[in-house]
């Protein structure tokens, strides 16, 4: 019963999963890293699970991406009052402006509305 849920819900999400990893890779891409450097994960390599809100009761989606090793490298949560939080590691040197670090691209928002960053981490030297 509940991986039937998961699968409807899934099936729900995939038109706004497909605008939001197309948003990161637009938000990536405009920061001219060479190309074959990295890409967005798909979401079909994810690992999803229901997730119940506690004060709803009712169930969210969240997934992983996770390396070949078992290291998580990104995180996916659609909650249930319709606002997302979805995030991977890049872990590479900005390709302009070495004094930063790029660290993750995040999108996040609610319904069509998708807003995306990059994380940056100032580099030690």
């Not at 995939?14 to 197309?22: A, K, S, V």
């Not at 997934?63 to 991977?88: M, P």
């Not at 996040?108 to 940056?120: A, F, N, S, Y």
């Amino acid at each position: 019963m509940e991986a039937d849920l998961l699968q409807q819900r899934l099936s729900i999400l995939l038109p706004q999963l497909t605008t939001i990893l197309d948003a990161m890779a637009r938000e990536v891409a405009a920061v001219a890293f060479a190309p074959d450097s990295l890409r967005i994960l798909p979401h079909t390599s994810a690992e999803f699970r229901l997730e119940k809100d506690p004060s709803s009761g009712e169930y969210g989606v969240a997934g992983e991406w996770r390396e070949g090793h078992g290291l998580k490298v990104g995180t996916l949560i659609f909650n249930s009052d319709g606002s997302f939080f979805v995030e991977q590691d890049i872990v590479l040197q900005h390709p302009t402006k070495p004094q930063w670090f790029v660290e993750a691209v995040t999108a996040w928002g609610r319904g069509e509305r998708v807003q995306t960053e990059l994380r940056l981490i100032p580099m030690v030297r």
